[in-house]
């Protein structure tokens, strides 16, 4: 549930980052990056393998990528949700575009210094979002996608019609938490505010504090925040003895449907946003509630197998195994160590998908890993493998991770790249095409593979989280 170029930059660009670093519409924080420093001194250049090109060549080839991508869907799918880079056609989530790229991939153009395209884009969104639209969407998608992308933009950006439209936005996803609960039904209708489905899961119930919390500090209104708050501590208050969520939870009676504990899709960003809304707010809850998690879930979840370093499932009431299964998705959770502080399991769990990608030529959506064979063969051009590698490059400074970018960056541009775009994998055995390219591969896959090899203050960790999405929120509260 979740998905994450550089050239000779211009002094402009440094400009840019720095505005981000130091400013908002509202409040100033120190910059580490200076606007005359270009990308080709921020990092030293040496590299391990004369193979690998240097950080500002490799920065600028990802940055190539985007605008190809980018270009692809400008020709053929503008104005609407996402590119179909085989049809050259569009697609739309809900029948109407809510212009998923143009506002998922706007924070990532920025941070290139695509300063006309941005621009551009940024009025475009202005003028023609509109939220008022009789559709149920999802809370959790149009939040972390859409929530996001506006509120990183504006900070960003200074504009402030974004965040009139985050606000809207958000008023208009707030009727989502009127369930007996707290916890969010999955849809709500933009327009009327009705509310449909009341089985979910983890994720979609605790990835939405970043977001509603955000807006809640740029707006000054608190609801947001206590809506989103309430519902993440409502779950964490049904962890079982052993302090473990399970796959399914039903939000009216707040009764667990399936007990299956993972750190996978559907559970995965409900532990990541305990970790950075604690970053992010300085939320005393949020840490006491990281804490006891990660205590849990490395004492049932991880498992030590001879194939490598993993995280399975088990049961969330016995924590007895009950699966071996890791993919794409949990591939975030080496990023995740990292930022918490724990490198050395962060290290391990990261070599261990680096082997599932190089076992197939790209990483399938999930393997079995006693066995290294596939359970689910496709490839969704997910970011989540390349945005832990960005986290443990920062943290480390070992070139590894960035030898696995270009492995990465390799794969991509051989398997997936199109004459438009780049298209997702139905099965990474025989690396057929599919005709998606989700608007994640903006937002999150190309922005960590720049952020990879990007001057490494372009981003002050200590100030700036990444929602799930990959959109960074910087604390000006």
Same mark, same amino acid.
């Given at each position: 549930?979740?998905?994450?170029?550089r050239c000779l930059l211009s002094v402009v660009f440094g400009c840019l980052v720095a505005s981000f670093i130091q400013s908002s519409a509202a409040q100033t924080t120190a910059a580490r990056l200076s606007p005359q420093r270009s990308a080709t001194s921020a990092r030293p250049a040496a590299s391990a393998s004369p193979d690998i090109p240097t950080d500002a060549e490799m920065a600028e080839r990802v940055r190539q990528e985007f605008l190809h991508a980018w270009q692809g869907?400008?020709?053929?799918?503008?104005?609407?949700?996402?590119?179909?880079?085989?049809?050259?056609?569009?697609?739309?989530?809900?029948?109407?575009?809510?212009?998923?790229?143009?506002?998922?991939?706007?924070?990532?153009?920025?941070?290139?210094?695509m300063t006309d395209e941005a621009a551009q884009t940024r009025d475009y969104i202005a003028k023609n979002l509109s939220f008022d639209r009789d559709i149920y969407v999802k809370n959790f998608e149009i939040t972390i996608r859409l929530l996001g992308?506006?509120?990183?933009?504006?900070?960003?950006?200074?504009?402030?019609?974004?965040?009139a439209l985050a606000d809207d936005l958000g008023a208009r996803l707030s009727p989502a938490f009127n369930s007996?609960?707290?916890?969010?039904?999955?849809?709500?209708?933009?327009?009327?505010?009705?509310?449909?489905?009341?089985?979910?899961?983890?994720?979609?119930?605790?990835?939405?504090?970043?977001?509603?919390?955000?807006?809640?500090?740029?707006?000054?209104?608190?609801?947001?925040y206590d809506k989103a708050k309430h519902a993440l501590v409502e779950l964490y208050n049904r962890r079982s003895p052993i302090g473990l969520?399970?796959?399914?939870?039903?939000?009216?009676?707040?009764?667990?449907?399936?007990?299956?504990?993972?750190?996978?899709?559907?559970?995965?960003?409900?532990?990541?946003?305990?970790?950075?809304?604690?970053?992010?707010?300085?939320?005393?809850?949020?840490?006491?509630?990281?804490?006891?998690?990660?205590?849990?879930?490395?004492?049932?979840?991880?498992?030590?197998?001879? !194939?490598? +370093?993993?995280?399975?499932?088990?049961? =969330? *009431?016995?924590?007895?195994?009950?699966? /071996?299964?890791? $993919?794409?998705?949990?591939?975030?959770?080496?990023?995740?160590?990292?930022?918490?502080?724990?490198?050395?399991r962060a290290r391990k769990l990261e070599d261990s998908a680096?082997?599932?990608? !190089?076992? +197939?030529?790209?990483?399938?959506?999930? =393997? *079995?890993?006693?066995?290294?064979?596939? /359970?689910?063969? $496709?490839?969704?051009?997910?970011?989540?493998?390349?945005?832990?590698?960005?986290?443990?490059?920062?943290?480390?400074?070992?070139?590894?991770?960035?030898?696995?970018?270009?492995?990465?960056?390799?794969?991509?541009?051989k398997y997936c790249r199109t004459d438009v775009g780049y298209a997702a994998l139905s099965d990474v055995a025989t690396k057929t095409k599919k005709d998606e390219m989700e608007s994640f591969f903006f937002a999150e896959t190309l922005k960590y593979l720049f952020l990879l090899y990007a001057p490494p203050d372009t981003i002050d960790l200590s100030k700036v989280v990444f929602n799930t999405e990959a959109h960074p929120i910087r604390r000006t509260w």
């Open positions: 549930m979740f998905t994450r170029n869907y400008k020709q053929y799918a503008w104005g609407h949700d996402a590119l179909k880079p085989l049809s050259k056609g569009h697609h739309d989530w809900y029948g109407v575009p809510l212009l998923m790229s143009p506002v998922d991939g706007l924070d990532t153009m920025i941070l290139m210094g992308g506006l509120l990183s933009s504006y900070q960003l950006s200074g504009d402030k019609r974004l965040l007996p609960t707290g916890m969010p039904y999955v849809y709500v209708n933009l327009k009327t505010g009705a509310v449909r489905g009341e089985s979910t899961n983890p994720a979609e119930i605790g990835t939405l504090l970043l977001e509603f919390g955000t807006l809640s500090k740029l707006t000054g209104k608190p609801i947001y969520v399970g796959s399914t939870i039903n939000i009216k009676t707040g009764e667990w449907t399936d007990p299956t504990s993972h750190i996978s899709g559907g559970i995965d960003s409900y532990y990541e946003y305990l970790l950075k809304a604690w970053l992010l707010f300085d939320d005393k809850d949020c840490e006491r509630m990281w804490k006891a998690s990660i205590e849990a879930v490395n004492k049932y979840l991880a498992d030590q197998a001879p !194939t490598g +370093f993993w995280y399975g499932q088990a049961n =969330m *009431n016995t924590g007895a195994r009950t699966g /071996t299964t890791f $993919g794409a998705l949990d591939a975030f959770f080496p990023g995740t160590l990292a930022l918490s502080g724990d490198l050395d680096y082997k599932m990608w !190089t076992t +197939f030529g790209i990483e399938p959506e999930e =393997m *079995n890993y006693m066995t290294m064979k596939i /359970t689910s063969g $496709g490839y969704e051009l997910r970011p989540e493998i390349i945005e832990s590698a960005y986290y443990l490059r920062h943290f480390t400074k070992d070139p590894r991770y960035r030898e696995m970018g270009k492995t990465f960056f390799d794969s991509l541009v």
